[in-house]
């Protein structure tokens, strides 16, 4: 009885620090938010009241919402495969001894290291009818300008394009690490019994990194919400909310209608999708990943 | 003559993943290699990419003018660091209490701290800030990076981590007459190296690129971090100055990636035995 | 006896000294936007560093605050947060959205009225429209602009047309559109006759289309939108006919910051974009070229643009007084002189364009006067309560008829009537 009261103590002092920053800046502002839900905005001339559900009412009938919700679902399920994907592809190429090897580590890696205003900028131009980069190479094979950003139709896409591009180099990272800890052993065993290059892929190397796709995936599903900061420089959601996301119509809200009493809800919202999503990918890959 | 026809299909296969390796290399590198084209020439070949366009270093005076840049580097570093370091300290004493100590409520504290996962402090701006006023700690570097010094990615990180090493390198320390904190330096520590540079990578870099916080919660040159001070070559009125944003991309970024290609074997290696099993 | 004397007399008039030291130096915080590149940072600073040490008994802090929007955010912020800056400069169109927070207060209280009409009097009565209401002015013009027309003086040539006159109404603009947009072997468009960047902002330069066909978007008390108005919808359909139609513009909403460069590269031989651009023109591009207001149509018309000092609330009444008496130094003649010669905004009194500086400046930049003659036709940027959802509203109801999703009727309608949800609590509180 005695041991585990020290224990307690103990772990509670290990904890303490942690939890009164986690307490202070992301469960009580949380919490706040939550109860800010069911109050209207107060503005400077009038005091919030209380509103029920009123704000979820609205939310319901929002047509932004639920294009925004449409639009991130969009996001999310391309993205995040995406980048997995294409990660994991770097990371086997860059794996492979080859010539060159460093450089195509660096190719891969830049988007990590450039600031956000000259990324967005620079696709910016990338994007422009005409005079942008795709357009100039398009041209010569006889394509027609095209207005990437500046059409609905075209505009999520190009978003997402930028969003994988700075993703999959940063997941590059960590798949090259679990690559490197695939024994060698196994490989010249599976070269000696003449399994081809992507048998061995599909049933050692995949289950072996299993982990890492874990740590990979729950960023990339974060990211997927996370990651708006492109648009604002390059869309600010336009046109007409056909690149809008989330957690960007939650900043519109919050900090340029300043309806506080709806960002609230918004991002109750938002807690609540990314919780589930969470919770699911816990769940669906706990199974397959293998714990020494 | 199987084995001639084998080698044949093997350089193809090979030729291939060359090929698609290279492919994706120069479609992932183009933006530095416009960043660099424009930051080389003047203003009129932003557009323009002629083999034999006039170099320049104007636009680095130009963008060097702009903004005091090794002010807001040095600002950015100590950002990253006190938080990375923090971070590090207060995951470690929180991953250790969840992974080897019994206590009441252990598993409804760790869900909350997994929680913190999903909660972004962007959205909490408002309530954040109005916390720092009354702490006084307007305009400071530690009020940019307080409100994400803990951090449930790192506690669950290393909670896993510390879970996977073996009980009996405890008791042995323990019989030693060994104390939590020798505990975790000679022991948990060392082998858990590897998540901490992984952790360090994601930190780094994920606080490296925040921008609406530090925007909102710093107001002198003293403390503005990079993001912020970039923030003025991104300006909308007057059109934009590829050039000249992307002469800045230079120079805060060329220091990295100079860095990174010169270290890039070690900082591979280190995580070599990463496995974030 | 002489010496104490002289002790007596010394330490009296120390005494004296002491009691009567000066007041404590009043201290102010001044958040500002930077919307036309670094070099208005530096000069802003510079200003009020001299503004300083001509008044040692005021110590402001000049803040650099990112983009219009983040300003804005970052000063209600910090006023929500109990830290209000003392003055700030903030779009002009914020004015109904800082006075329904309950963050502002009227200059009036601090003017005598001789300054009433000296001072506040003096500015161009169009940048006054987005800086009064209710008989209070709760806004100094400070960096203020109008859309103006850029046109390609060469390729006016190339394309037969007069290289000095500029189109002067719709029709012309459409038919010289025709004539200045050329297309190569395979029907790819390679110059556009016209360019209005729709991205982004859209309702700004559609302002410059609305105004000339006699629509006023929004009421004076900033709680009654007209969007659907037949005069709007009109002009409206004119925007969307000069891609769809007479096809002298690209179709989808076109980007904002690219406009100069597209210019420049002779993507469009006629550009619409505000006049703090012409530094940036004048400077680099490969060609004559000339300015001119923009075409009208039942009349002249542009809206006005740009930001306004702000005097906060929470303040003591030094701190406020001393905060107007710096605006005064500010926006007078020789310092608008100089801010709008650094940058290229419009100078907000008549008596700037009579100093020297400023006489100089358009001897050897006639253009500059454009903007400023354009002055008399101009109206209100739109600004109403709750501006930015307000505007989002409007902004997203003209992507939509752009892009051809809907009718230019339909989104008008659609966008009234959201609006009027917005407003139509402002009406009943008032």
Redesign the interface.
């Known amino acids: 009885m005695g041991k585990l009261n020290q224990q307690w103590i103990y772990a509670w002092l290990l904890l303490l620090p942690a939890m009164v920053i986690l307490l202070g800046f992301t469960y009580l502002p949380a919490i706040e938010t939550f109860i800010d839900s069911f109050f209207s905005t107060a503005r400077g001339r009038r005091p919030s009241v209380f509103v029920g559900w009123e704000n979820y009412e609205r939310l319901i009938s929002d047509d932004v919402f639920k294009r925004v919700l449409w639009n991130n679902a969009i996001y999310a399920l391309v993205t995040i495969p995406a980048s997995i994907g294409l990660a994991l592809a770097m990371a086997l190429f860059v794996h492979s001894p080859r010539r060159g090897v460093g450089l195509l580590r660096m190719a891969y890696f830049t988007p990590t290291v450039l600031p956000l205003i000259a990324v967005a900028n620079i696709w910016i131009f990338f994007y422009l009818p005409t005079i942008g980069l795709i357009d100039q190479i398009r041209a010569l094979f006889g394509f027609s300008a095209q207005n990437w950003i500046g059409q609905p139709d075209t505009v999520l896409y190009t978003m997402i394009a930028v969003a994988v591009w700075k993703e999959a180099g940063f997941f590059m990272i960590f798949y090259l690490a679990a690559l490197q800890a695939i024994p060698q052993p196994l490989r010249e065993a599976a070269a000696i019994e003449g399994a081809s290059r992507w048998t061995f892929f599909k049933r050692v190397t995949l289950p072996l990194i299993m982990p890492t796709t874990l740590f990979v995936s729950v960023n990339a599903v974060i990211n997927a919400f996370r990651l708006v900061d492109h648009i604002f420089v390059m869309t600010q959601g336009g046109p007409n909310n056909a690149s809008n996301l989330l957690l960007y119509y939650i900043y519109d809200v919050a900090f340029a209608f300043w309806d506080t009493a709806y960002a609230s809800t918004l991002t109750v919202v938002m807690l609540i999708i990314l919780s589930v999503l969470a919770i699911g990918q816990f769940f669906f890959l706990d199974k397959k990943v293998h714990y020494k | 003559m199987s084995t001639l026809a084998a080698k044949h299909t093997k350089s193809f ?1 090979d030729y291939l ?2 090929f ?3 492919a ?3 479609m ?5 290699l ?2 660099i084209w424009t930051a080389f020439h003047p ?2 070949y ?4 002629e083999l034999f366009a006039p170099l320049t270093l104007e636009n680095f005076y130009k963008a060097w ?3 005091p840049f090794a002010r807001y580097y040095l600002n950015t570093i100590m950002l990253v660091t006190s938080i990375l370091v923090v971070q590090l300290i ?2 470690t ?2 991953a ?2 969840f992974a080897r ?4 409520g ?1 598993n409804f ?1 760790f869900t ?22 009354k702490l006084g700690l ?1 305009d400071t570097i530690l009020a940019i990076g ?2 994400y ?2 951090s ?1 990615f790192c ?1 669950f ?1 290393l909670r896993q981590t510390f879970m ?1 090493i073996p009980t009996e390198l405890d008791e042995a320390a323990r019989m030693e007459g060994a104390s ?1 904190f020798v505990l975790l330096k000679r022991v948990y520590v060392p082998l858990a190296k ?1 998540t901490y540079l ?1 952790f360090g ?2 930190s780094v ?1 994920a606080h490296w ?1 925040n ?2 916080w530090p ?2 919660i710093t ?2 040159v003293e403390t503005r971090p ?3 001070g ?13 050039s000249i ?2 002469a ?2 230079l120079i ?2 060329g220091p ?2 100079i860095g ?2 010169l270290f ?2 070690q900082f ?1 290696q280190s ?7 | 006896m002489m010496y104490s004397m002289k002790k007596l007399v010394t330490s009296t008039v120390l005494a004296a000294s002491l009691l009567s030291t000066p007041a404590v130096a009043v201290d102010l915080e001044f958040y500002f936007p930077v919307a036309v590149g670094g070099g208005a940072a530096d000069t802003i600073e510079a200003l009020t560093k001299k503004y300083v040490e001509m008044n040692p008994d005021v110590n402001i802090e000049a803040v650099y605050a990112g983009s219009y929007n983040d300003a804005s955010a970052k000063a209600i912020t910090a006023a929500r947060g109990g830290n209000a800056p003392q003055i700030s400069v903030l779009l002009s169109t914020e004015m109904f959205t800082l006075i329904d927070e309950d963050l502002i207060e009227p200059f009036d209280a601090y003017v005598t009225d001789a300054e009433k009409e000296t001072w506040i009097g003096g500015f161009y009565p169009s940048f006054m429209e987005n800086s009064q209401t209710g008989g209070k002015t709760w806004g100094i013009p400070f960096q203020r602009s109008t859309p103006v027309m850029y046109w390609n003086k060469e390729a006016f040539k190339e394309a037969g047309l007069d290289p000095e006159i500029a189109p002067a109404n719709w029709d012309e603009l459409v038919e010289m559109g025709k004539k200045l947009t050329k297309t190569d072997a395979s029907g790819n468009v390679t110059q556009w006759g016209l360019r209005i960047p729709t991205a982004g902002f859209p309702y700004w330069l559609f302002q410059g289309l609305s105004t000339p066909n006699g629509a006023i978007l929004a009421n004076a008390d900033g709680n009654k939108t007209t969007f659907d108005a037949p005069e709007v919808v009109e002009a409206l359909e004119y925007l969307v006919a000069l891609s769809a139609e007479h096809k002298i513009m690209q179709p989808g909403s076109i980007n904002w910051g690219a406009t100069p460069k597209a210019f420049f590269e002779k993507e469009a031989a006629i550009i619409w974009t505000t006049t703090g651009n012409l530094t940036n023109i004048r400077t680099n591009a490969p060609f004559d070229f000339g300015v001119a207001m923009l075409p009208e149509k039942k009349r002249r018309g542009a809206p006005t643009g740009g930001g306004n000092f702000y005097l906060f609330k929470n303040a003591s009444d030094e701190q406020k007084q001393a905060a107007v008496d710096f605006v005064k130094w500010i926006t007078a003649p020789e310092q608008a002189a100089v801010w709008s010669i650094a940058t290229g905004y419009v100078a907000p009194r008549p008596g700037a364009w009579e100093t020297d500086a400023m006489k100089a400046y358009v001897e050897e930049v006639p253009a500059a006067l454009v903007a400023r003659n354009q002055l008399e036709f101009a109206v209100a940027e739109l600004s109403t309560y709750e501006n930015k959802l307000v505007s989002k509203i409007f902004n997203d109801a003209l992507a939509s008829a752009i892009s051809g999703e809907k009718s230019a009727a339909d989104a008008m309608a659609e966008a009234q009537s959201k609006a009027d949800d917005v407003l139509k609590a402002y009406r009943s509180t008032n």
């Open positions: 296969d993943f060359s698609g390796a290279w994706l290399a120069i992932w590198a183009l933006p530095l416009y960043a203003a009129a932003e557009t323009r990419f003018m702009q903004a207060l995951g004493l929180a250790f209490a100590l019994e206590f009441k252990k504290v909350l701290v997994l929680l913190q996962l999903m909660v972004m402090p962007d959205i909490l701006i408002v309530e954040n800030y109005q916390t720092m006023r307007i307080l409100p010094m803990a449930g506690i990180l996977t939590i590897p992984a990578l994601v870099s690129n921008f609406v925007l909102i107001n002198s990079l993001t912020v970039l923030s003025i070559f991104a300006t909308t009125d007057s059109g934009t100055e590829w944003i992307n800045a991309t805060t970024s990295l990636l990174f290609i890039q074997r591979v995580f070599m035995r990463a496995g974030i099993k």
